[in-house]
T-cell receptor, first 112, second 117 residues
Framework: NAGVMQNPRHLVRRRGQEARLRCSPM?????VYWYRQLPEEGLKFMVYLQKENIIDESGMPKERFSAEFPKEGPSILRIQQVVRGDSAAYFC??????????FGPGTRLTVT | AQKITQTQPGMFVQEKEAVTLDCTYD???????LFWYKQPSSGEMIFLIYQGSYDEQNATEGRYSLNFQKARKSANLVISASQLGDSAMYFCAMRGDDGGSQGNLIFGKGTKLSVKP
């Protein structure tokens, strides 16, 4: 059973471009959480999704950030018009029932 | 509001000795879970150990044990017989399980452990 997959592992974007981060949960997992880790910080919750539904987006910045988890395919975290402050590691975690969470390897976003 | 506090930014330990990483938490939930994760320099988050708030015994997983003191709201991680490969960042995290919680984890700022040969 493959683990949580995230791609790309590293992403470089210029200011103003869009960043798309993908997360494929473990097989059979229908719950996905996205977290952001700024340098020298712990992970901070962003959004919680189940298939086709956003359950909790209380940690998402109000503008430029969006997330989806379609019926088919990976969960996508989308950041429009990136700024330098968006540079961080973005982790997703999947869960079969919303309790134990298994983390992916993360995507390291660098905005130049 | 839920909060995790890790007061040790960095720790050193001699190889083969035991080390305790501190974690205190704050929550109004009656039911909750406490987690420890290891993040090596490669960056992935590795689950180490879990303690439920109603578990009467301290959790253990190999060389890892969790010293759970509910009245003091502390959940310290003890690593026995440290190895060089234990050098990493260690994060304490909490999940509230009462009604209204969506299951997301709250993380502390982490402790950087360095194991000396």
């Amino acid at each position: 059973n493959a683990g949580v997959m995230q791609n790309p592992r590293h992403l470089v974007r210029r200011r103003g471009q869009e960043a798309r981060l993908r997360c494929s949960p473990m097989k059979g997992h229908s719950h996905v959480y996205w977290y952001r880790q700024l340098p020298e910080e712990g992970l901070k919750f962003m959004v919680y999704l189940q298939k086709e539904n956003i359950i909790d987006e209380s940690g998402m910045p109000k503008e430029r950030f969006s997330a989806e988890f379609p019926k088919e395919g990976p969960s996508i975290l989308r950041i429009q018009q990136v700024v330098r402050g968006d540079s961080a590691a973005y982790f997703c975690a999947s869960s079969p029932q919303g309790y134990e969470q298994y983390f992916g390897p993360g995507t390291r976003l660098t905005v130049t | 509001a839920q909060k995790i506090t890790q007061t040790q930014p960095g720790m050193f330990v001699q190889e083969k000795e035991a080390v305790t990483l501190d974690c205190t938490y704050d929550t109004s939930d009656q039911s909750y879970g406490l987690f420890w994760y290891k993040q090596p320099s490669s960056g992935e988050m590795i689950f180490l150990i879990y303690q439920g708030s109603y578990d009467e015994q301290n959790a253990t997983e190999g060389r890892y044990s969790l010293n759970f003191q509910k009245a003091r709201k502390s959940a310290n991680l003890v690593i026995s017989a440290s190895q060089l490969g234990d050098s990493a960042m260690y994060f304490c995290a909490m999940r509230g399980d009462d009604g209204g919680s969506q299951g997301n984890l709250i993380f502390g700022k982490g402790t950087k452990l360095s194991v000396k040969p």
